[in-house]
């Protein structure tokens, strides 16, 4: 046979190149949802890190039921990154929320809780943190005293991601008995408790007094995003004289958004702050000097 007459129609090929075009024009893929939703799912075997990851997005926005399970199947998948594995265990916390019946996934992801693999635990203990899957709370409580720390970390994210204010009180618990990583951890999910706003902005308030730096500073992140910084003026104004550079930093940052008003009566504690031993610090005192 004439190789010249074959013609090779890389298949492969065309069905990725399908694929993006339903990636560029959600239009396009909304007017084609039938043919789309399966051609995509065919995709994603052969698609690349970064197509695959918008692939998923895409489905996950509007095609959850379908694609439920190809999330978990990508999600246990040993060959796939880590990275990959992870952003399907996102998608599946997501989505699990309006599935039609999600039990028989739930079932499946509270048995890989229990397996000797952490990263396996870690992304079936995310994909478990939806609004309202309370059959999760006790098995995901218990990872809170794993013996792997991501996995502790891991948990906490995925109780908070429960909505469930029952759950503050174990929380701060943990937050006072846990290993250091794990408070670290509970500090930065906290916020998630919003009908329990006011107690929560107060333990970020007392743990800006707390002995570890690292949880003082970012008691501090986490508290500059729940309030206003004119609520606590005299707060920042403390931690100007915090030990640690990045505090004393941050309170600046935060004071600089402050009207000028507010903080004429500080500018002699801000000029004291230019003969500070760190170069950030002393950045960012002469932005709020110049701005007064």
Same mark, same amino acid.
């Given at each position: 046979?004439?190789?010249?007459?074959? +013609?090779?129609?890389?298949?492969?090929?065309?069905?990725?190149?399908?694929?993006?075009?339903?990636? !560029?024009?959600? #239009?396009?893929?909304?007017?084609?949802?039938? @043919?789309?939703?399966? $051609?995509? &799912?065919?995709?994603?075997?052969?698609?690349?890190?970064? $197509? !695959?990851?918008?692939?998923?997005?895409?489905?996950?926005?509007?095609?959850? /039921? #379908?694609?439920?399970?190809?999330? *978990?199947? %990508?999600?246990?998948?040993?060959?796939?990154?880590?990275? %990959?594995?992870?952003?399907?265990? %996102? /998608?599946?916390?997501?989505?699990?929320?309006?599935?039609?019946?999600?039990?028989?996934?739930?079932?499946?992801?509270?048995?890989?809780?229990?397996?000797?693999?952490?990263? &396996?635990?870690?992304?079936?203990?995310?994909?478990?943190?939806?609004?309202?899957?309370?059959?999760?709370?006790?098995?995901?409580?218990?990872?809170?005293?794993?013996?792997?720390?991501?996995? /502790?970390?891991?948990?906490?994210?995925?109780?908070?991601?429960?909505?469930?204010?029952? +759950? &503050?009180?174990?929380?701060?618990?943990?937050? #006072?008995?846990?290993?250091?990583?794990? !408070?670290?951890?509970?500090?930065?999910?906290?916020?998630?408790?919003?009908?329990?706003?006011?107690?929560?902005?107060?333990? *970020?308030?007392?743990?800006?007094?707390? @002995?570890?730096?690292?949880?003082?500073?970012?008691?501090? %992140?986490?508290?500059?995003?729940?309030?206003?910084? +004119?609520?606590?003026?005299?707060?920042?104004?403390?931690?100007?004289?915090?030990?640690?550079?990045?505090?004393?930093?941050?309170?600046?940052?935060?004071?600089?958004?402050?009207?000028?008003?507010?903080?004429?009566?500080?500018?002699?504690?801000?000029?004291?702050? $230019?003969?500070?031993?760190?170069?950030?610090?002393?950045?960012?005192?002469?932005? +709020?000097?110049?701005?007064?």
């Amino acid at each position: 046979m004439n190789k010249g007459n074959v +013609i090779d129609f890389k298949p492969t090929e065309r069905l990725l190149e399908k694929a993006g075009s339903y990636i !560029k024009s959600t #239009e396009l893929f909304l007017e084609e949802r039938d @043919e789309a939703v399966p $051609l995509l &799912l065919k995709a994603l075997k052969h698609a690349d890190h970064k $197509l !695959k990851h918008k692939i998923m997005f895409l489905l996950g926005s509007f095609a959850k /039921q #379908e694609m439920a399970w190809p999330l *978990y199947r %990508i999600m246990t998948d040993p060959d796939e990154s880590e990275e %990959i594995r992870h952003f399907a265990s %996102i /998608q599946l916390s997501v989505i699990s929320t309006f599935l039609k019946e999600p039990q028989p996934l739930t079932d499946q992801l509270l048995e890989d809780i229990k397996s000797p693999d952490p990263e &396996l635990r870690i992304n079936a203990a995310f994909a478990l943190g939806w609004e309202g899957n309370a059959e999760a709370a006790i098995p995901l409580i218990e990872l809170l005293y794993d013996s792997d720390i991501d996995v /502790q970390a891991t948990a906490v994210n995925a109780l908070s991601n429960l909505r469930d204010d029952r +759950i &503050l009180s174990l929380m701060l618990e943990r937050l #006072e008995h846990g290993p250091l990583e794990q !408070k670290r951890s509970i500090l930065f999910n906290l916020w998630r408790f919003y009908s329990r706003r006011e107690e929560v902005v107060s333990v *970020y308030l007392r743990y800006l007094d707390h @002995e570890n730096a690292d949880l003082r500073f970012d008691a501090l %992140i986490v508290l500059a995003t729940m309030t206003e910084t +004119i609520e606590h003026i005299a707060t920042y104004r403390k931690c100007l004289k915090d030990k640690d550079a990045r505090i004393r930093a941050l309170a600046l940052k935060e004071l600089n958004e402050v009207n000028t008003k507010d903080l004429l009566e500080l500018r002699d504690e801000f000029r004291d702050m $230019l003969s500070d031993p760190d170069m950030e610090v002393k950045k960012a005192a002469m932005k +709020i000097l110049k701005k007064l």
